[in-house]
RNA sequence: GGUGGAGUGGCCGAGAGGCGAGGCAACGGACUGCACAUCCGUGCAUGCGUGUUCGCAUCCCGUCUCCACCUCCA
């Protein structure tokens, strides 16, 4: 898919202040190499259907490459699919179907839920099964050095040596010392609770055949936290910019994958960016509480560009609640911005989104990413616009509309990206249809209005009022549009 | 037990020593046949308690409550 046309370029001094999650300290943004940027977030492991939560991290790291694709830089985003692990190959035998089919099915809902809510796809997007042989070198080289070992109880599993990596806890900030006691975990043939596995021997005859890989210690499969060293420095090198996900992810996921790659030699991500949850009734929503909120579902309630709104809106960092106030909230609120750039649109006709941003929506972005300060200059200059347009102002409306546009595109939200557009839905084809019948209606309207007949021109208001179609009069004549 | 976050108006949600974003809802006014939209205006909030300061949502100390992570989790 092409990038769509409303993400220009700028050429101001760059200044973007990221937080680093991992030295709590927000830092100017320095890549390893000048003018790019590379970008590894973890994806999913697809084992059921996406959740709001789930997508809000693909939304979060959509503007990110987006704001820095404005901001001048060539990004290369990576989001990896884990499409092998316990719960798959669980998920798949009670279901009778085969593991590959099952993650595969989830895979293509991913794919659907991001671009219903307008991401962009990444640059590319590894499976964790098609990287078998990286995986394996990296391993080899970890036991090389000293900090990786083959269990001695003979189950083909190898294991990250906890204790042989000083570092190890640096992300999340704790000490192995301090870290709660596995109770429940199964030892098996670990040399301290703590170390985590690179690699799972085949002990369960039970699993398929075709879940398993050869390698010098036998027959088995990945453990998770190892894929992602192995994909990301396979598509980003040994150093990279920025490495995200869901705070969640902290620990264990990425402070096993800094462990493994940092005691692979590499020096690995530059900056930990790491997303805060969307909750119901306060609590996060997840798949083992069951409270998520299936995103299918959602934007059958919503429009999804509102739920995007939804989504967006906050900073990245703070929780959101999910809730159908917050939504309809949202979708309100979206209008309002509409309904400025429809009226806009009349008047000024077809224009490109602005080429330079509002300084004010810059600078809010360019400080951690702060869309709440950035969504706020897009009400204030509809609020510009909609006094430009009330005064007659055209040049005014003009620029305020090229400048609405420019910022709901940085976010994603631009109501004529193709994205949106494009998404013709079932019906569409019946446009014409209703055009006519809708017209034909405001016409004996107009002509009830003419003779002073308002009971008539009421009713008429009314019942295409009750099918979900809003008549507004205005200057130019009555205007109608369809209500989600 | 360890680690990290959060408590802001009716609601959502920012800010991070002075001038308290923004939106939604509400109320008053303008415009309109009416309505919708829009514009103008009103509302005056920072869990609690000390302290620091000329001044504190913002800093210190204490305290209460909530959430998350500590090998399933975006």
Redesign the pocket.
Known sequence: MALPPDVHRYSWPVTFQLYD?MT?LTREFVPVVPGQVSIY?????V??A?????????VVFDVLRRWLTASGYTVKIVANV?DI???ILRRSAEQGVEWYALAYRFELELHKAYQALGCLPPTYEPRATGHIPEMIELITLLIERGHAYVAEDGSGDVYFD?RSWPDYGRL?????A??????D?DPRG?R??????LWKGRTDSSEPETASWNTPWGRGRPG??LECSAMSGKYLGDEFDIH??????????HE?ELAQSTAAGRPFARYWM??????AA????????GN?ALVTEVTKQYPPRAVRF?LV?????????Y?D??L???T??L??ID??LD?AHDLVGDTAPAAVLPAPFVA?MD??L????A??????T??????A??AGGTEAVREAYAAVRAMLGVLGLDPLDPIWTDAAGPGADLEPVVDGLVKALLDQ?QE??AR?D??A??AI?DSLGALGV?????PQG??WSVEH
């Open positions: 999650s709590h977030h973890c994806g999913l492991t084992q059921s996406p959740h709001l939560g789930h997508i809000r991290k693909e884990t692990d316990d719960k906890v999340s900030g704790q000490r192995v301090d870290m709660a006691p596995a109770e975990s670990k301290d609770p703590h170390d985590f596995a998770w936290h995200g996900g869901g705070l969640d992810l902290r620990f264990p996921h096993n790491h997303n805060a949850w969307v909750t306060g609590e996060k929503m997840s798949k083992s509480l998520g939804y809106a906050p900073h990245y960092r703070s929780s959101i609640e809730s106030t917050s309809a909230e949202a309100t609120s209008a309002r309904s400025f009226r809010a400080d951690d702060g869309t709440p300060a969504v706020a200059t897009i009400y204030t509809v609020k510009a616009g909609n006094q347009l009330e309207r009830a209005r002073k308002y009971a021109a009421d208001r809003q008549v507004e009069d205005t009555p205007k």
